[in-house]
């Protein structure tokens, strides 16, 4: 079993940065890490991915070169800085674990989920 407790996310305008949070609790050092996000009317949208090693990162091309997964296992904390936001950043953003690297694009091949943080950029 598996939890996962967001922080960050928040107002800002076009341009600005945030970094959002996912600490983790339970048996998670074997999980995959990624980070979803979900547009009013829009699916959840596979955004990064990595392993907490931090050998194995994946990003969708939008935000590759903008935003940046990262892991701490000591504090059990999944990051996503985010920089250079746009407007269509504006989204819930989740954090998500699975146990396997396969089909990490796939929202409905991860076991658990974090509780949503909400991101909207300005322009």
């Known amino acids: 079993q598996v939890q996962l407790e967001q922080s960050g996310g928040g107002s800002v305008q076009a341009g600005d940065s945030l970094k959002l949070s996912c600490t983790a609790s339970?048996?998670?050092?074997?999980?995959?890490m990624s980070w979803f996000r979900q547009a009013p009317g829009k699916e959840r949208e596979f955004i990064a991915a990595?392993?907490?090693?931090?050998?194995?990162?994946y990003y969708t091309h939008s935000v590759e070169g903008r935003f940046t997964i990262s892991s701490d296992i000591s504090k059990g904390t999944v990051y996503l800085q985010m920089n250079s936001l746009k407007p269509e950043d504006t989204a819930v953003y989740y954090c998500?674990?699975?146990?396997?690297?396969?089909?990490?694009?796939?929202?409905?091949?991860?076991?658990?989920w974090g509780q949503g943080t909400q991101v909207t950029v300005s322009s």
């Open positions: 998500a674990a699975k146990q396997r690297w396969v089909e990490i694009m796939a929202p409905g091949q991860y076991d658990y």
């Open positions: 339970g048996h998670f050092s074997s999980y995959v």
């Open positions: 990595t392993s907490w090693s931090g050998r194995m990162t």
